[in-house]
């Protein structure tokens, strides 16, 4: 059972940046694809990006392609979303989540695992 706990939400303006962490714990997490997705009120939990279990292939939604940059660090058990250029649409929850299959996948069904999520506000 893969644990994972979100960091680094917060109010910014538009225009500004913040970086995402998510820890996991409680597995093997260099074996496991990572997304993160996002869910603003009202709606449904949206894709955001994902990266493949050895970092060197990584998806992004059309929304955030050149804003947003999705890494990791297996040596740290973390998964990180680089976010700039942020925008009042941006404002959600945003969630990471974990795949068994390595792989990454813009489908929320393909994850087996997610964590609590963070606040993400930006004001116009």
């Known amino acids: 059972q893969v644990q994972s706990v979100e960091s680094g939400g917060g109010l910014v303006e538009a225009g500004g940046s913040l970086r995402l962490s998510c820890v996991a714990s409680?597995?093997?997490?260099?074996?496991?694809?990572m997304g993160w997705f996002r869910q603003a009120p009202g709606k449904e939990r949206d894709f955001v990006a994902a990266?493949?279990?050895?970092?060197?292939?990584?998806y992004y939604s059309g929304s955030v392609k050149g804003r947003f940059t999705i890494s990791r660090d297996n040596t740290k058990n973390t998964v990180y979303l680089q976010m700039n250029n942020l925008k009042s649409e941006d404002t959600a929850v945003y969630y990471c989540?974990?795949?068994?299959?390595?792989?990454?996948?813009?489908?929320?069904?393909?994850?087996?695992?997610w964590g609590q999520g963070t606040q993400v506000t930006v004001s116009s």
């Open positions: 990266i493949n279990w050895r970092g060197d292939s990584t």
């Open positions: 409680g597995g093997t997490f260099s074996i496991y694809g």
């Open positions: 989540a974990a795949d068994r299959e390595r792989y990454g996948t813009m489908w929320s069904s393909a994850y087996d695992y």
